[in-house]
């Protein structure tokens, strides 16, 4: 387990994730009984972008700290700027929030939060980010299959998973989680973080999706640059499963992140069709 989250903290794709992420809390949260939300790899919940290893990289030069300039952003970038200007005290971007921070403050009283990382350093980071916030429990341990054991059979539930993908069975792992989910619950939703290198890659997991869960879902796609080289990271997916009718906004954050933060990239967003 090398991976460290706050080389990339802030980065193209994290943007796409969080302002995702928010669209989907605000739906979830606008209405309906109480929510209960498990992160499978929650991260450290906060990075410093001016620390040595978001210096060494680079990537959040690309993405957060163009936030604040920029232009004809759509509302979905707006409200991500928003939740970073108010984590900074409106002050120049220097801390940035990951998905537990996010998620923790879009809870309304009686939701619930379960962030799972298996890092020990990093839990440790996480714990101490969530510290006073009851409706929030972190567990080091892996988050696949905890879950699926903390999943409630009833109620409404959004799993978030976001793995390193530094595993080949990272998406094996991903398509069997969800349909035990939704075997245990079947209103269960899902959000999926995908890497874009090559498209093989992606379109041999959807279609093992298509096979496994028997769910409405929806693909969004940014790419930042073409996809010549496969040992970049190219662009990004998420994928919604069992959601609202997230096309509109999931369209317009990957078109807005092709368009401002790639060169040659482009954006799509799509059904998939369950066997
Ligand atoms: N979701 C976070 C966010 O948006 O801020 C970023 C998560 S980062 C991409 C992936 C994290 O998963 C890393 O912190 C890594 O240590 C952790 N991790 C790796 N394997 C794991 C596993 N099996 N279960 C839980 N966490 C894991």
Known sequence: MNYRHAFHAGNFADLVKHAGLLRLLSELTATGGPLTVIDTHAGRGLYDLGGAEAKRSGEAEAGALKLRTARDAPAEIVALRQAVADLNGGDAVRRYPGSP??????????????????????????????????????????????????????????????????????????????????????????????????????????????????????????????????????????????????????AAICGWAAEALGAGGGSKVYALSPQ
């Open 101 to 250: 921070w996010l998620i923790a403050e879009a809870l309304r009283p009686g939701d619930r939060y379960i962030a799972c990382e298996l890092r020990p350093e990093e839990h440790h980071a996480l714990r101490t980010a969530m510290r006073g916030r009851e409706a929030v429990r972190t567990l080091n341990a892996d988050g696949y299959a905890a879950a699926v054991a903390e999943c409630p059979a009833h109620g409404r539930v959004l799993v978030l998973i976001d793995p390193p993908f530094e595993r080949a069975d990272d998406y094996a792992r991903i398509v069997e989680t969800v349909a035990a989910l939704r075997a245990r619950n079947p209103t269960a939703q899902a959000l999926v973080w995908l890497p874009i290198k090559d498209l093989e890659t992606l379109d041999s997991f959807l279609r093992d999706l298509e096979d496994e869960v028997a769910a409405p879902m929806l693909v969004a796609e940014a790419r930042v640059r073409p996809l010549s080289d496969p040992m970049k990271m190219n662009g990004c997916a998420l994928v919604l499963v069992g959601g609202p009718d997230l096309a509109a906004p999931c």
